[in-house]
């Protein structure tokens, strides 16, 4: 059995140990016993520091290895190069390898072989250089660390002694370096060299903080640059491998390209890259087992890489300034494109350089790269109670969020990053400010008339979503109707009416009683109930001013138990169907004022029925990429269509899928919005969960608040202040709260509501 010594046994050695043992060779691991996770899965272990090359050499020779190795450590490197060149091994010469580690000889190098880098001065602890020739903004950075350690942008030169201190105190050597700024892009070089012949793997787009730090947060493979450009990278890459005598094993080089496309060398390291770029990004895009290929190297081995396949790839890493990873690292299992994830730390900091994030996971995708929502720019129209959940969710995930809608104290402006005074129902001047900004996507929430504005804007930016059509055919009942007919779907009787007399004409022909609605409204508002002429007759009258429409629609009243789902279609396939019971409010008509999951509507085959007719229904009405609120009706046995909406139902709906799935729902609605991946959503099992609107039944002055305390109750929150006047209730808009609970059974949670909460007096109403 062959022996490889490994110098480290930190994290970042962990996949190069377990590769050599599959490859059946003994592992020897050098390391402090601090952070050396590698120790419990090497055969053996040295506690040593991996700069004591000698000791190392000794043991080595002892052990009477066959190869020696390191990746993504920029400080074993040397003793790697050192313990080779001693006993006689493949690698690099210890004289390169202490080049490519510092920063200094590095440059002086790379500029001598006539490869572009930044201007730059070197400093130590023992004598300050001569600065006149430097000019802001300037970087300053230790000459021999990696991980962003001790990296500063300077623009102010009184800053500028107090960050080459910093850099000072961290550099194992003590030297600083003081360089120009360079604008541009930021990429790495993946290659693998054996006897000075330099094979060429992949180039990586790199994602950091920027100034002052530069602190990684994402990389993808393979890097979107034209494939012309990418030749000539990887052609300077060989140069300056030449240039730095590096022969043998793997290399990371990252560059700067500026707008006027100078390429500029920043770094080469005589290692693989870290952040699991060479462990596992370019595995997983190209096909080639770097690991093994670099533990051939090291073995003497002559190699030949082959890429077997050509896919996407990509690290996110966790921290302060990228809080939603949480979102993916969480529901990792349920993203078939995330391979790997781990929450590393519980606490969450700000960056100053690699050793603060907090976790990561790891993406492959054969078709496109696996985006998260961060930067991108979304638009919500209306900042009222239905979108500030939206609004605060898309903040939370790095979005910047454009609010549209009239002046007003809607609570959902507080959170917008932008807030236009603009007429949403004015789709011109949306469409204008969408363009203008940029966006990536447009939501709304628990609205159906926004629906055409939205519709129109997805087709004039080619967004995700229901186009304008659609999107009229979804936001007006009749319309919808029309369609429901046209291609089989099971919905009730109906006749579009223009005025009065048409109306009581067209429920004679269908029979009382019958339901009056507005085909403009949401929330159950326009909608009526009627069991006489008179009563229709009246309804027609209250109901009139409330549509923007000349008709309206009169169906027959399907007598049965209420229901209703909430689904998302992306790319013409329902990723999930949630059935959910009602709490309904009897008033004119029935209006929901609470939902649960799961339905405990009994039926064999309720699901299976109510999914074939949604499916019948989103291509009736030819919806996609949306949310859907659907209202359904189990008549003997076979569930009707009322109504589909392409947007996510109200009265908490989304918290209620959100807690049923143990998953963020506006994050979905978010991602659905900008063509994002959305989790698999297949369940066995819902968490049983509760949403729950209270109302006053008083039009008055609010005189006490109360919350309920019962167990089970995951959010509540009231509204209104004491001072303020609420109204008697009669439509969705006169909600005082919202309320979620969970329970361990439906029968339980459903038994506690309706004991304690719904009895409950959640407001003191004084009566004007």
């Given at each position: 059995m062959k022996s490889l010594a490994i110098i480290g046994a930190s994290y970042l050695q962990r996949p190069l140990v377990e590769r050599a043992r599959q490859m059946g060779l003994r592992t020897i691991c050098f390391s402090w016993p601090e952070g050396a996770v590698c120790k419990e899965i090497c055969d053996v272990f040295y506690p040593i520091s991996i700069t004591e090359k000698e000791e190392i050499t000794r043991i080595c020779k002892d052990e009477r290895i066959d190869g020696v190795c390191t990746i993504a450590s920029d400080v074993a490197a040397p003793t790697v190069a050192y313990v080779a060149e001693q006993l006689g091994l493949t690698g690099n010469k210890y004289e390169a390898a202490v080049r490519a580690h510092d920063k200094h000889l590095m440059r002086a190098a790379l500029v001598a072989a006539g490869v572009d880098c930044p201007h730059y001065v070197v400093e130590s602890r023992k004598s300050k250089v001569e600065r006149s020739g430097l000019a802001l903004p300037l970087i300053v950075k230790p000459?021999?660390?990696?991980?962003?350690?001790g990296v500063q942008k300077i623009t102010r030169w009184e800053d500028l002694d107090a960050a080459v201190q910093k850099a000072l105190d961290v550099s194992i050597i003590g030297e600083a370096l003081i360089e120009e700024y360079i604008e541009g892009r930021e990429i790495s070089v993946e290659m693998i060299s054996c006897g000075g012949v330099h094979h060429a793997l992949q180039i990586t787009d790199k994602v950091t903080t920027g100034a002052p730090h530069f602190v990684e947060l994402a990389?993808?493979?393979?890097?979107?640059?034209?494939?012309?450009?990418?030749?000539?990278i990887f052609d300077i890459s060989r140069q300056a491998l030449d240039a730095l005598g590096l022969t043998n094993g793997a290399s990371h080089s990252e560059y700067k390209i500026t707008k006027e496309g100078r390429i500029v060398v920043m770094e080469i390291g005589g290692r693989m890259g870290g952040d699991f770029i060479g462990s596992n990004l370019v595995q997983l895009s190209t096909g080639y087992d770097f690991l093994q290929g670099v533990i051939e190297v090291a073995l003497g081995e002559t190699i030949q890489p082959v890429k077997t396949k050509a896919a996407y790839s990509g690290v996110y890493f966790l921290s302060g300034v990228t809080p939603e990873v949480q979102f993916y690292i969480t529901h990792a299992s349920d993203y078939k494109q995330i391979v790997l994830?781990?929450?590393?730390?519980?606490?969450?900091?700000p960056l100053t350089c690699s050793a603060d994030r907090s976790g990561y996971f790891i993406y492959c995708d054969a078709h496109r790269r696996f985006e998260t929502l961060r930067d991108k720019t979304v638009m919500v129209l209306g900042g009222g109670r239905y979108q500030l959940p939206l609004i605060r969710a898309a903040r939370a995930a790095g979005c910047r969020v454009l609010v549209l809608g009239w002046p007003g104290d809607f609570p959902g402006y507080e959170y917008a990053s932008k807030w236009y005074d603009v007429d949403i129902m004015d789709s011109d001047a949306v469409i204008r400010i969408a363009k203008d900004e940029a966006i990536d996507g447009i939501v709304g929430c628990?609205?159906?008339?926004?629906?055409?504005?939205i519709g129109r804007v997805v087709d004039a930016l080619g967004l995700p979503g229901t186009g304008y059509h659609s999107s009229v055919v979804a936001s007006d009942k009749s319309l919808m109707k029309a369609a429901f007919a046209r291609t089989g779907v099971r919905t009730a009787i109906y006749e579009q009416v223009e005025n009065k007399e048409q109306a009581i004409e067209a429920a004679e022909r269908i029979g009382y009683p019958v339901v009056l609605k507005i085909v403009d409204g949401s929330g159950s508002k326009g909608v009526v109930i009627c069991q006489d002429t008179q009563a229709l007759g009246t309804a027609y009258d209250d109901v009139l001013p409330l549509t923007h429409h000349p008709y309206m629609v009169v169906e027959q009243f399907v007598d049965g138990v209420e229901f209703g789902a909430q689904a998302f279609v992306q790319n013409g396939h329902l990723q999930f169907v949630m059935l959910h019971g009602d709490i309904v409010y009897q008033g004119n008509s029935g209006i929901p004022v609470g939902h649960y999951a799961p339905s405990l509507t009994e039926y064999e085959g309720l699901q299976a029925d109510a999914e074939e007719q949604l499916r019948r229904a989103i291509e009736a009405l030819e919806i996609d990429n949306c949310a859907i609120n659907a209202d359904f009706i189990l008549h003997d046995g076979k569930v009707f269509v009322l109504e589909i909406g392409a947007r996510a139902g109200a009265t908490c709906l989304p918290e209620l899928v959100s807690e049923c799935y143990s998953i963020d729902y506006y994050t979905c609605l978010l991602c659905g919005a900008c063509g994002l991946p959305l989790p698999d959503m297949k369940r066995d099992r819902l968490h049983p969960a509760l949403v729950y609107t209270p109302f006053s039944t008083k039009t008055g002055t609010v005189k006490a608040l109360h919350k309920p305390t019962c167990e089970g109750i995951v959010a509540c929150e009231i509204y209104p202040q004491v001072g303020d006047e609420v109204h008697a209730f009669r439509t969705a808009y006169d909600r005082i709260g919202h309320l979620v609970m969970e329970g361990e059974s439906m029968e339980e949670l459903l038994h506690c509501f309706e004991t304690q909460i719904q009895p409950f007096e959640f407001v003191q109403v004084s009566e004007n």
């Amino acid at each position: 059995m062959k022996s490889l010594a490994i110098i480290g046994a930190s994290y970042l050695q962990r996949p190069l140990v377990e590769r050599a043992r599959q490859m059946g060779l003994r592992t020897i691991c050098f390391s402090w016993p601090e952070g050396a996770v590698c120790k419990e899965i090497c055969d053996v272990f040295y506690p040593i520091s991996i700069t004591e090359k000698e000791e190392i050499t000794r043991i080595c020779k002892d052990e009477r290895i066959d190869g020696v190795c390191t990746i993504a450590s920029d400080v074993a490197a040397p003793t790697v190069a050192y313990v080779a060149e001693q006993l006689g091994l493949t690698g690099n010469k210890y004289e390169a390898a202490v080049r490519a580690h510092d920063k200094h000889l590095m440059r002086a190098a790379l500029v001598a072989a006539g490869v572009d880098c930044p201007h730059y001065v070197v400093e130590s602890r023992k004598s300050k250089v001569e600065r006149s020739g430097l000019a802001l903004p300037l970087i300053v950075k230790p000459s021999d660390r990696s991980g962003s350690l001790g990296v500063q942008k300077i623009t102010r030169w009184e800053d500028l002694d107090a960050a080459v201190q910093k850099a000072l105190d961290v550099s194992i050597i003590g030297e600083a370096l003081i360089e120009e700024y360079i604008e541009g892009r930021e990429i790495s070089v993946e290659m693998i060299s054996c006897g000075g012949v330099h094979h060429a793997l992949q180039i990586t787009d790199k994602v950091t903080t920027g100034a002052p730090h530069f602190v990684e947060l994402a990389h993808h493979q393979p890097s979107d640059l034209p494939a012309a450009m990418q030749d000539h990278i990887f052609d300077i890459s060989r140069q300056a491998l030449d240039a730095l005598g590096l022969t043998n094993g793997a290399s990371h080089s990252e560059y700067k390209i500026t707008k006027e496309g100078r390429i500029v060398v920043m770094e080469i390291g005589g290692r693989m890259g870290g952040d699991f770029i060479g462990s596992n990004l370019v595995q997983l895009s190209t096909g080639y087992d770097f690991l093994q290929g670099v533990i051939e190297v090291a073995l003497g081995e002559t190699i030949q890489p082959v890429k077997t396949k050509a896919a996407y790839s990509g690290v996110y890493f966790l921290s302060g300034v990228t809080p939603e990873v949480q979102f993916y690292i969480t529901h990792a299992s349920d993203y078939k494109q995330i391979v790997l994830s781990e929450q590393t730390d519980t606490e969450i900091r700000p960056l100053t350089c690699s050793a603060d994030r907090s976790g990561y996971f790891i993406y492959c995708d054969a078709h496109r790269r696996f985006e998260t929502l961060r930067d991108k720019t979304v638009m919500v129209l209306g900042g009222g109670r239905y979108q500030l959940p939206l609004i605060r969710a898309a903040r939370a995930a790095g979005c910047r969020v454009l609010v549209l809608g009239w002046p007003g104290d809607f609570p959902g402006y507080e959170y917008a990053s932008k807030w236009y005074d603009v007429d949403i129902m004015d789709s011109d001047a949306v469409i204008r400010i969408a363009k203008d900004e940029a966006i990536d996507g447009i939501v709304g929430c628990g609205s159906d008339f926004i629906l055409p504005t939205i519709g129109r804007v997805v087709d004039a930016l080619g967004l995700p979503g229901t186009g304008y059509h659609s999107s009229v055919v979804a936001s007006d009942k009749s319309l919808m109707k029309a369609a429901f007919a046209r291609t089989g779907v099971r919905t009730a009787i109906y006749e579009q009416v223009e005025n009065k007399e048409q109306a009581i004409e067209a429920a004679e022909r269908i029979g009382y009683p019958v339901v009056l609605k507005i085909v403009d409204g949401s929330g159950s508002k326009g909608v009526v109930i009627c069991q006489d002429t008179q009563a229709l007759g009246t309804a027609y009258d209250d109901v009139l001013p409330l549509t923007h429409h000349p008709y309206m629609v009169v169906e027959q009243f399907v007598d049965g138990v209420e229901f209703g789902a909430q689904a998302f279609v992306q790319n013409g396939h329902l990723q999930f169907v949630m059935l959910h019971g009602d709490i309904v409010y009897q008033g004119n008509s029935g209006i929901p004022v609470g939902h649960y999951a799961p339905s405990l509507t009994e039926y064999e085959g309720l699901q299976a029925d109510a999914e074939e007719q949604l499916r019948r229904a989103i291509e009736a009405l030819e919806i996609d990429n949306c949310a859907i609120n659907a209202d359904f009706i189990l008549h003997d046995g076979k569930v009707f269509v009322l109504e589909i909406g392409a947007r996510a139902g109200a009265t908490c709906l989304p918290e209620l899928v959100s807690e049923c799935y143990s998953i963020d729902y506006y994050t979905c609605l978010l991602c659905g919005a900008c063509g994002l991946p959305l989790p698999d959503m297949k369940r066995d099992r819902l968490h049983p969960a509760l949403v729950y609107t209270p109302f006053s039944t008083k039009t008055g002055t609010v005189k006490a608040l109360h919350k309920p305390t019962c167990e089970g109750i995951v959010a509540c929150e009231i509204y209104p202040q004491v001072g303020d006047e609420v109204h008697a209730f009669r439509t969705a808009y006169d909600r005082i709260g919202h309320l979620v609970m969970e329970g361990e059974s439906m029968e339980e949670l459903l038994h506690c509501f309706e004991t304690q909460i719904q009895p409950f007096e959640f407001v003191q109403v004084s009566e004007n």
